[in-house]
T-cell receptor, first 113, second 116 residues
Protein backbone atom coordinates (compact mmCIF):
# COMPACT_ATOMS: atom_id res chain seq x y z
CA UNK A 1 0.00 0.00 0.00
CA UNK A 2 1.15 3.52 -0.76
CA UNK A 3 2.52 5.55 2.16
CA UNK A 4 1.20 9.06 1.65
CA UNK A 5 2.60 12.18 3.29
CA UNK A 6 1.72 15.87 3.06
CA UNK A 7 2.89 19.06 4.81
CA UNK A 8 0.98 19.51 8.04
CA UNK A 9 -0.01 23.11 7.35
CA UNK A 10 0.36 26.02 4.96
CA UNK A 11 -0.46 29.72 5.21
CA UNK A 12 -1.55 31.97 2.39
CA UNK A 13 -3.25 35.29 1.68
CA UNK A 14 -6.39 35.95 -0.30
CA UNK A 15 -5.80 36.14 -4.05
CA UNK A 16 -2.60 34.10 -4.01
CA UNK A 17 -2.00 30.81 -5.79
CA UNK A 18 -1.43 27.89 -3.41
CA UNK A 19 0.39 24.67 -4.25
CA UNK A 20 0.02 21.69 -1.91
CA UNK A 21 2.23 18.67 -2.45
CA UNK A 22 1.65 15.02 -1.67
CA UNK A 23 4.32 12.32 -1.58
CA UNK A 24 3.33 8.78 -2.55
CA UNK A 25 6.59 6.94 -3.21
CA UNK A 26 5.02 3.48 -3.33
CA UNK A 27 2.23 4.31 -5.75
CA UNK A 28 1.13 1.31 -7.82
CA UNK A 29 0.72 1.22 -11.57
CA UNK A 30 -3.07 1.17 -11.40
CA UNK A 31 -3.42 3.84 -8.70
CA UNK A 32 -5.13 7.14 -9.34
CA UNK A 33 -4.55 10.31 -7.30
CA UNK A 34 -7.47 12.32 -5.98
CA UNK A 35 -7.66 15.41 -3.81
CA UNK A 36 -10.39 16.18 -1.29
CA UNK A 37 -11.28 19.23 0.79
CA UNK A 38 -12.69 18.89 4.29
CA UNK A 39 -14.26 21.50 6.56
CA UNK A 40 -14.75 20.86 10.30
CA UNK A 41 -17.56 18.42 11.13
CA UNK A 42 -18.20 17.66 7.46
CA UNK A 43 -17.28 14.81 5.15
CA UNK A 44 -14.53 15.32 2.56
CA UNK A 45 -15.53 16.88 -0.78
CA UNK A 46 -14.00 15.90 -4.15
CA UNK A 47 -11.76 18.45 -5.82
CA UNK A 48 -9.91 16.75 -8.68
CA UNK A 49 -8.58 13.37 -9.86
CA UNK A 50 -5.76 12.39 -12.20
CA UNK A 51 -3.42 9.62 -13.29
CA UNK A 52 -0.48 11.42 -14.92
CA UNK A 53 0.68 14.78 -16.30
CA UNK A 54 -1.80 17.61 -15.73
CA UNK A 55 -5.51 17.81 -15.08
CA UNK A 56 -7.49 21.03 -14.73
CA UNK A 57 -11.06 21.73 -13.77
CA UNK A 58 -12.98 24.83 -12.78
CA UNK A 59 -11.56 24.98 -9.27
CA UNK A 60 -8.06 23.48 -9.33
CA UNK A 61 -5.20 21.92 -11.27
CA UNK A 62 -3.38 18.70 -10.50
CA UNK A 63 0.22 18.18 -11.58
CA UNK A 64 1.68 14.67 -11.61
CA UNK A 65 5.30 14.13 -12.74
CA UNK A 66 6.34 11.24 -14.94
CA UNK A 67 7.47 9.03 -12.03
CA UNK A 68 4.12 9.64 -10.26
CA UNK A 69 5.78 9.52 -6.85
CA UNK A 70 4.34 12.90 -5.94
CA UNK A 71 1.54 15.20 -6.96
CA UNK A 72 0.74 18.88 -6.53
CA UNK A 73 -2.68 20.43 -6.06
CA UNK A 74 -2.78 24.01 -7.29
CA UNK A 75 -5.52 26.38 -6.13
CA UNK A 76 -5.59 29.66 -8.05
CA UNK A 77 -6.49 32.87 -6.24
CA UNK A 78 -7.57 31.44 -2.90
CA UNK A 79 -10.20 33.10 -0.75
CA UNK A 80 -10.98 32.92 2.96
CA UNK A 81 -13.53 30.18 2.27
CA UNK A 82 -10.72 27.92 1.02
CA UNK A 83 -9.45 27.56 4.58
CA UNK A 84 -9.81 23.82 5.14
CA UNK A 85 -7.88 20.57 5.35
CA UNK A 86 -6.80 19.12 2.01
CA UNK A 87 -6.20 15.40 1.58
CA UNK A 88 -4.73 13.43 -1.28
CA UNK A 89 -6.11 9.95 -1.79
CA UNK A 90 -4.30 7.21 -3.67
CA UNK A 91 -5.72 3.95 -4.89
CA UNK A 92 -7.38 1.96 -7.64
CA UNK A 93 -10.45 -0.13 -8.17
CA UNK A 94 -11.03 -3.38 -9.97
CA UNK A 95 -8.77 -5.50 -12.12
CA UNK A 96 -7.29 -7.25 -9.13
CA UNK A 97 -6.35 -3.99 -7.41
CA UNK A 98 -6.62 -3.71 -3.69
CA UNK A 99 -9.80 -1.61 -3.59
CA UNK A 100 -8.39 0.14 -0.56
CA UNK A 101 -8.29 3.87 -1.01
CA UNK A 102 -5.71 5.45 1.29
CA UNK A 103 -5.87 9.05 2.49
CA UNK A 104 -2.77 11.12 3.04
CA UNK A 105 -1.96 12.86 6.31
CA UNK A 106 -3.76 16.05 5.31
CA UNK A 107 -2.66 19.69 4.96
CA UNK A 108 -4.39 22.47 6.87
CA UNK A 109 -4.52 25.51 4.61
CA UNK A 110 -5.12 28.79 6.42
CA UNK A 111 -6.00 31.73 4.18
CA UNK A 112 -5.67 35.19 5.70
CA UNK A 113 -7.14 38.46 4.46
CA UNK B 1 -25.67 18.02 0.57
CA UNK B 2 -23.91 15.25 -1.38
CA UNK B 3 -26.89 12.91 -1.41
CA UNK B 4 -25.31 10.44 1.04
CA UNK B 5 -27.09 10.46 4.38
CA UNK B 6 -25.90 9.04 7.67
CA UNK B 7 -27.82 8.42 10.85
CA UNK B 8 -27.47 9.27 13.66
CA UNK B 9 -25.24 12.32 13.30
CA UNK B 10 -24.17 12.07 16.92
CA UNK B 11 -24.18 9.17 19.35
CA UNK B 12 -23.05 9.17 22.97
CA UNK B 13 -22.86 5.80 24.64
CA UNK B 14 -21.34 4.12 27.65
CA UNK B 15 -18.46 1.72 27.36
CA UNK B 16 -19.65 -1.80 26.69
CA UNK B 17 -22.82 -0.83 24.85
CA UNK B 18 -23.54 -1.71 21.23
CA UNK B 19 -24.11 0.98 18.61
CA UNK B 20 -25.28 0.87 15.01
CA UNK B 21 -24.84 3.46 12.28
CA UNK B 22 -26.78 3.61 9.05
CA UNK B 23 -25.70 4.95 5.67
CA UNK B 24 -27.98 5.61 2.72
CA UNK B 25 -25.85 6.06 -0.41
CA UNK B 26 -26.81 7.78 -3.63
CA UNK B 27 -29.30 5.39 -5.19
CA UNK B 28 -27.46 4.54 -8.40
CA UNK B 29 -24.09 4.05 -6.69
CA UNK B 30 -23.10 0.41 -6.31
CA UNK B 31 -19.91 1.06 -4.34
CA UNK B 32 -20.04 1.92 -0.66
CA UNK B 33 -17.20 2.61 1.77
CA UNK B 34 -16.85 3.09 5.51
CA UNK B 35 -14.05 5.19 6.97
CA UNK B 36 -13.15 6.19 10.52
CA UNK B 37 -11.67 9.57 11.35
CA UNK B 38 -10.27 10.68 14.69
CA UNK B 39 -9.58 14.29 15.60
CA UNK B 40 -6.70 15.76 13.60
CA UNK B 41 -6.22 12.65 11.49
CA UNK B 42 -7.16 11.69 7.96
CA UNK B 43 -9.92 9.18 7.29
CA UNK B 44 -8.87 5.54 7.74
CA UNK B 45 -10.35 2.89 5.48
CA UNK B 46 -12.54 0.33 7.26
CA UNK B 47 -14.43 -1.63 4.64
CA UNK B 48 -15.82 -1.59 1.10
CA UNK B 49 -18.91 -3.05 -0.56
CA UNK B 50 -19.66 -3.58 -4.20
CA UNK B 51 -23.42 -4.03 -4.27
CA UNK B 52 -24.16 -6.39 -1.37
CA UNK B 53 -20.73 -8.04 -1.36
CA UNK B 54 -18.20 -6.94 1.24
CA UNK B 55 -14.98 -7.10 -0.80
CA UNK B 56 -12.41 -5.52 1.51
CA UNK B 57 -11.95 -5.24 5.25
CA UNK B 58 -9.21 -3.35 7.02
CA UNK B 59 -7.29 -4.88 9.92
CA UNK B 60 -8.70 -1.92 11.86
CA UNK B 61 -12.04 -3.70 11.72
CA UNK B 62 -11.78 -5.93 14.77
CA UNK B 63 -14.25 -8.71 15.47
CA UNK B 64 -16.35 -6.22 17.44
CA UNK B 65 -17.13 -4.42 14.19
CA UNK B 66 -19.51 -5.72 11.57
CA UNK B 67 -20.86 -4.11 8.43
CA UNK B 68 -23.66 -5.18 6.15
CA UNK B 69 -25.26 -3.97 2.97
CA UNK B 70 -28.37 -6.07 2.41
CA UNK B 71 -29.75 -5.91 -1.12
CA UNK B 72 -26.97 -3.56 -2.13
CA UNK B 73 -28.78 -0.47 -0.91
CA UNK B 74 -28.26 1.05 2.56
CA UNK B 75 -25.49 -0.15 4.83
CA UNK B 76 -25.11 -0.55 8.57
CA UNK B 77 -21.98 -0.51 10.69
CA UNK B 78 -22.35 -2.09 14.12
CA UNK B 79 -19.85 -1.83 16.95
CA UNK B 80 -20.32 -4.28 19.79
CA UNK B 81 -19.00 -3.78 23.33
CA UNK B 82 -17.80 -0.27 22.57
CA UNK B 83 -14.50 0.96 24.00
CA UNK B 84 -13.32 4.52 24.55
CA UNK B 85 -10.89 4.08 21.68
CA UNK B 86 -13.85 3.68 19.32
CA UNK B 87 -14.70 7.36 19.77
CA UNK B 88 -14.40 8.85 16.29
CA UNK B 89 -16.30 10.15 13.29
CA UNK B 90 -17.56 7.30 11.12
CA UNK B 91 -17.82 8.35 7.50
CA UNK B 92 -19.70 6.64 4.73
CA UNK B 93 -19.06 7.27 1.04
CA UNK B 94 -20.48 5.95 -2.21
CA UNK B 95 -19.42 6.00 -5.84
CA UNK B 96 -20.38 4.71 -9.26
CA UNK B 97 -18.80 1.65 -10.77
CA UNK B 98 -16.15 3.01 -13.16
CA UNK B 99 -13.46 1.11 -15.00
CA UNK B 100 -9.91 1.94 -13.91
CA UNK B 101 -10.38 5.14 -11.92
CA UNK B 102 -12.44 4.89 -8.77
CA UNK B 103 -14.24 8.08 -9.66
CA UNK B 104 -15.54 10.60 -7.18
CA UNK B 105 -16.37 9.45 -3.68
CA UNK B 106 -19.43 11.20 -2.28
CA UNK B 107 -19.17 11.38 1.50
CA UNK B 108 -21.92 11.77 4.02
CA UNK B 109 -21.65 14.20 6.92
CA UNK B 110 -20.55 11.41 9.23
CA UNK B 111 -21.73 9.89 12.49
CA UNK B 112 -19.79 11.09 15.51
CA UNK B 113 -19.44 8.49 18.27
CA UNK B 114 -18.46 9.37 21.80
CA UNK B 115 -17.86 6.49 24.20
CA UNK B 116 -17.87 7.48 27.86
Amino acid sequence: LAKITQPISMDSYEGQEVNITCSHNNIATNDYITWYQQFPSQGPRFIIQGYKTKVTNEVASLFIPADRKSSTLSLPRVSLSDTAVYYCLVGAMGGGATNKLIFGTGTLLAVQP
Amino acid sequence: DTGVSQDPRHKITKRGQNVTFRCDPISEHNRLYWYRQTLGQGPEFLTYFQNEAQLEKSRLLSDRFSAERPKGSFSTLEIQRTEQGDSAMYLCASSRDTKGAYGELFFGEGSRLTVL
